[in-house]
């Protein structure tokens, strides 16, 4: 069985104090009132990384970078390796994210560099992908979105593949509250199963975690989460609120 995954990514927000507080009472309650079958996952900043993991019970929660760099270490002021970023105690590092793509420009050159570099000191990435508002209304968002898995992870070996957590951000949902539907969730996220069944086979496939992300919140997420191949979700500004990063993972 595929694990169900529920990663907030805080962004670029909170400060460090802020950011200890909002773990420690997303701690306390999954403590409380525990987290069934959920994998839960805090994305913080990198600043933020050591703190949370020391706040956090790690039985209970993952740890995430929202990034690292794309060479192993060096002269590359202001970067952070995945070494660096394993030996805070995180697990995992969202790669690939849009606003990477479209801010820093990260291409699946560099991508795949990150993705080898992450898998190569233990971290799970969990990497995003997903299609713009233009390319949806063209109907072309499949075809994209695969495109975007064959020039990046779909070059890895099936070993490595296996180590992948996939999420679904189509960007005209990203932070603006207009979600997917439940039903062009499910489409795109049975296009992108039966893309890796094409390439690494139904066993693989069948045990990737897909999530879902782009406005998702509590009032959705249970819609969303309710179909086949969503597997949970990646969540941006509704997880910056430990009770609705709460309900939301109560959303399975
Ligand atoms: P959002 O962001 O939940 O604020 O739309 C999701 C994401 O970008 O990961």
């Not at 999954?30 to 600043?47: M, N």
């Not at 992300?213 to 179909?227: D, H, I, Q, R, T």
Request: hydrophobic fraction near 40%.
């Amino acid at each position: 069985m595929r694990q169900k995954i529920v990663a907030g990514n805080w962004k670029c927000n909170t400060t460090l104090q802020e950011g200890i507080e909002l773990a420690k009472a997303v701690d306390a309650i999954v403590a409380k009132e525990g987290a069934k079958d959920v994998v839960v996952v805090l994305g913080t900043p990198f600043t933020h990384i050591t703190k949370v993991v020391e706040t956090v019970d790690s039985k209970r929660i993952g740890v995430a970078a929202q990034n690292c760099a794309a060479e192993a270490k060096g002269a590359f002021t202001g970067e952070v390796s995945a070494d660096m970023v394993k030996s805070t105690g995180a697990s995992y590092v969202i790669l690939g994210h849009s606003e990477r793509r479209e801010y820093y420009g990260e291409t699946s050159e560099i991508l795949n560099k990150k993705v080898a570099l992450a898998l190569a000191n233990g971290l799970t990435p969990i990497f995003c992908c997903g299609e713009a508002l233009n390319i949806r209304e063209a109907g072309t968002h499949n075809e994209y979105v695969t495109k975007q898995l064959a020039e990046t992870i779909f070059n890895l070996s099936s070993e490595d593949f296996k180590k992948i957590v996939i999420a679904y951000e189509p960007i005209w949902a990203i932070g603006t509250g207009v979600t997917a539907s439940s039903e062009q969730a499910q489409d795109m996220h049975a296009n992108i199963r039966a893309a890796i069944t094409a390439k690494f086979g139904v066993e693989i496939a069948e045990g990737t975690s897909i999530l879902y992300g782009g406005s998702c919140n509590a009032k959705n997420a249970k819609e969303l989460f309710a179909n086949k191949d969503v597997d949970g979700g990646l969540i941006g500004g509704a997880s910056l609120k430990a009770e609705d990063f709460i309900h939301i993972i109560n959303g399975f």
